[in-house]
């Protein structure tokens, strides 16, 4: 019969113990102090041939409850649901597509507006001390998404998130990241801020319009390319390495030009000079490189409304070349960019769906790849403290 006995609690330590023991048992001990609980044994462990010999206690002896509680749950099912990914109302196509690359459940989330267009965002699930990875593109309607991308960051924050980070494959407003005029408002800094005071305690953002964005942020910034997404792709292609030349639309893009151009069979470069008169107005005014009888590839990070790259695919035609190619990460696609693009200027449009394409902009010359796979893969380094500094993924950019 085992007997039980309780010790008075200590003040001074803050601690009750509790000892039970039967006539052919060693005696145990159990001590129950605030920041858990200690299992000692009161006498000495037997020994048998030198070794000692733990003593097992029988069933038919009393255990606290919460020693036989059978809703203890396995340390590796909470470590398998700490992640949690949530999309918001700007790409969910992109965001289910990462979800069943990890093998994942989009989480539950309701977002919807009022009358007075007001944005309310509710978590139908809990995320208290979870990694919380929400997808949301600032994409037109640029300042749509932004404020439902900062109350659903808020939402979380307010949940007990352990950790919210922000994937933005798209990120807007990344055009205005320095003053080029007098009185003009820097106002990627400025979003910067607003994601940073929301509660995000990380950014993931794919192809930045410039790399200095990333030091406007307060927080950790991991920039990811889609270069390798395009490349795969064109290496599917039967383009001999020798016709290929690689063209970058404006001075600006030359260092993103020449990466890609390393990594496509070392090709040459070619540079479009152009004069810009305003906002989204663009002149061609002179080529720098040969592209006569070549297939050129001219790569830039957006497409917005394609004056830059239709003009400098006119130009490229005029100086010999025999097919264009443009690759781009980001298809902003603003009017009137589809009737450029398809005007047959290009052999073919290559994007990726960073940014969701509508089904009337879609034109035969174009073809949409996936980053889904990239950006999950991603996530999954993100989460597991890993780097990506290694094949296939060696441009993951993650240090």
Request: charged share 20%; with cysteine; hydrophobic share 40%.
């Amino acid at each position: 019969m085992a007997s039980v006995i309780c010790s008075p609690p200590s003040l001074s330590h803050n601690r009750i113990s509790i000892r039970f023991f039967s006539a052919d048992q060693p005696r145990l001990g159990l001590s129950l102090r605030t920041g858990g609980v200690r299992c000692n044994l009161v006498e000495p462990l037997k020994c048998e041939n030198g070794k000692p010999c733990v003593p097992i206690i029988n069933s038919e002896q009393s255990m606290p409850s919460f020693l036989t509680s059978t809703n203890l749950r396995s340390p590796i099912n909470k470590i398998d649901t700490r992640l949690r990914i949530f999309s918001g109302t700007a790409n969910p196509a992109l965001s289910q597509e990462i979800a069943c690359y990890m093998g994942l459940e989009l989480g539950k989330i309701k977002i919807k507006r009022f009358a007075d267009g007001e944005i309310y965002v509710q978590l139908q699930e809990s995320v208290r001390g979870c990694d919380v990875y929400l997808v949301q593109p600032t994409c037109p309607p640029a300042n749509e998404n932004l404020m439902e991308l900062l109350i659903m960051i808020d939402a979380c924050r307010r949940a007990s998130a352990k950790n919210i980070t922000a994937v933005i494959p798209y990120f807007g407003y990344a055009r205005a990241d320095r003053k080029t005029q007098g009185r003009e408002s820097i106002a990627a800094k400025l979003v910067a801020n607003l994601i940073t005071e929301a509660g995000a305690n990380r950014v993931l953002a794919c192809d930045l319009h410039s790399g200095q964005s990333m030091g406007y942020f307060d927080i950790p910034v991991d920039h990811v390319y889609g270069q390798p997404v395009i490349l795969d792709y064109l290496a599917s292609k039967t383009i001999c390495s020798d016709d290929l030349v690689v063209v970058s639309p404006d001075v600006g893009g030359v260092a993103r030009a020449r990466a890609f151009a390393k990594k496509l069979s070392d090709a040459p470069l070619a540079i479009v000079d152009k004069r810009r008169h305003g906002h989204n107005v663009a002149e061609v005014m002179n080529l720098i490189g040969d592209v006569k009888g070549k297939v050129a590839v001219m790569v830039d990070d957006m497409i917005d409304t394609a004056g830059t790259i239709a003009k400098g695919a006119a130009l490229l035609h005029q100086e010999g070349a025999r097919e264009v190619y443009a690759c781009s990460t980001h298809a902003v696609f603003s009017p009137p960019a589809i009737e450029r693009l398809s005007s047959g200027l290009f052999q073919e449009v290559i994007i990726t769906n960073t940014i969701p394409v509508l089904e009337q902009n879609y034109f035969p010359q174009l073809t949409v790849l996936s980053v889904a796979n990239l950006l999950g893969e991603t996530i999954w380094r993100v989460h597991d403290d890993c780097s990506g500094g290694y094949e296939p993924y060696s441009s993951l950019g993650i240090d």
